[in-house]
């Protein structure tokens, strides 16, 4: 089982529509969670960060963390073409200190 | 200037060459990390260094080499490079009160 999952997709939503993003993790003792953004060919971009259970938001962006069930989401509001990039699920386990990265889901908002 | 730089940009190198990556950041961050990149594989560590005398191999660090030269230095060395080296390399940083990383440009390399 790899420690951190996603569907690579693509994920395909209208504009204007929500997108959500889903990502299990192996490590139950996993205390740190992110989401980046990463366009293709560019680095990734941090866009959210998530430590308890719960809903974040942050603008368009809602991450959702649920420990009992291993399971981060993030939610896009209002999706816009400029939203197209590949979602990365980052988690941190224990006391080790270093992310390990899902596969990613590639999303695409269409006009 | 980008907090994290990443040298070269882009490389392509021949089988048994070596090669280093070099990685310099402005943030003041203590930890530096280097990934690399490839379809379908996502992002995994090769090596990590939370200080200056601190290195750590990742899951992938057969092949590769580190240097820590300071706080704001980390390089990352291909002894002989090997066609399946070819990958998007990044390096990244992240401070002990944050774990969120910054990451650089990333550095295309190309093995022939």
């Known amino acids: 089982q790899k420690e951190v999952e996603q569907n690579s997709g693509p994920l395909s939503v209208p504009e204007g529509a929500i997108a959500s993003l889903n990502c299990t993790y192996s490590d139950r003792v996993s205390q740190s969670f992110f989401w980046y953004r990463q366009y293709s060919g560019k680095s990734p971009e941090l866009i959210m960060s998530?430590?308890?259970?719960g809903d974040k938001e942050d603008g368009r962006f809602t991450a959702q963390l649920n420990k009992a069930s291993q399971y981060v989401s993030l939610l896009i509001r209002d999706s816009q073409p400029s939203d197209s990039a590949t979602y990365l699920c980052a988690v941190i386990s224990g006391t080790a200190s270093k992310l390990t990265f899902g596969t990613g889901t590639r999303l695409q908002v269409t006009l | 200037d980008a907090d994290v730089t990443q040298t070269p940009r882009n490389r392509i190198t021949k089988t048994g060459k070596r090669i280093m990556l070099e990685c310099s950041q402005t943030k003041g961050h203590d930890r530096m990390y280097w990934y690399r990149q490839d379809p379908g594989l996502g992002l995994r560590l090769i090596y990590y260094?939370?200080?200056?005398?601190?290195?750590n191999k990742g899951e992938i660090s057969d092949g590769y080499s580190v240097s820590r030269q300071a706080q704001a230095k980390f390089s990352l060395s291909l002894e002989s490079a090997i066609p399946n080296q070819t990958a998007l390399y990044f390096c990244?940083?992240?401070?002990?009160?944050?774990?969120?990383?910054?990451f650089g440009s990333g550095t295309r390399l190309t093995v022939v």
């Open positions: 990244a940083t992240s401070s002990r009160q944050d774990n969120g990383y910054t």
């Open positions: 998530i430590y308890s259970n």
């Open positions: 260094s939370f200080d200056v005398k601190d290195i």
